[in-house]
């Protein structure tokens, strides 16, 4: 069983940054491949990111390279999505998720465990 609570979503005027930051319990943290994804209102949850489980591998959509970056700390069982020059587009509430296993993954139902999410708005 992994627990995951995200943490720094908030309000940001467009052209600003936010580093997300998704806090892992258990003695296993370095068996999960770790996603992000977000999800605005009257809209499909979309993939953002994943990064493999040591951290050597990421995967990013192309409408999220360049912009987005996903690190971890698997000392820290944190997985972090830092986020620069967000724009109005970017608001939604952002989920981090775990994965057992190696790779990357980006679909949604490939996830074994979600946090509950953070709010992100960005202001025009």
């Known amino acids: 069983q992994v627990q995951l609570v995200e943490s720094g979503g908030g309000l940001v005027q467009a052209g600003g940054s936010l580093r997300l930051s998704c806090a892992a319990s258990g003695r296993t943290f370095t068996t999960y491949a770790m996603g992000w994804f977000r999800q605005a209102p009257g809209k499909e949850r979309e993939f953002v990111g994943a990064?493999?489980?040591?951290?050597?591998?990421?995967y990013y959509p192309d409408s999220m390279k360049g912009r987005f970056a996903i690190s971890r700390d698997n000392a820290k069982n944190t997985v972090y999505l830092q986020m620069n020059s967000l724009k109005p587009e970017d608001t939604a509430i952002y989920y981090c998720?775990?994965?057992?296993?190696?790779?990357?993954?980006?679909?949604?139902?490939?996830?074994?465990?979600w946090g509950q999410g953070t709010q992100v708005t960005v202001s025009s």
């Open positions: 998720a775990a994965k057992y296993g190696s790779g990357w993954f980006i679909r949604s139902y490939e996830y074994d465990y």
């Open positions: 990064i493999s489980k040591n951290g050597a591998n990421t």
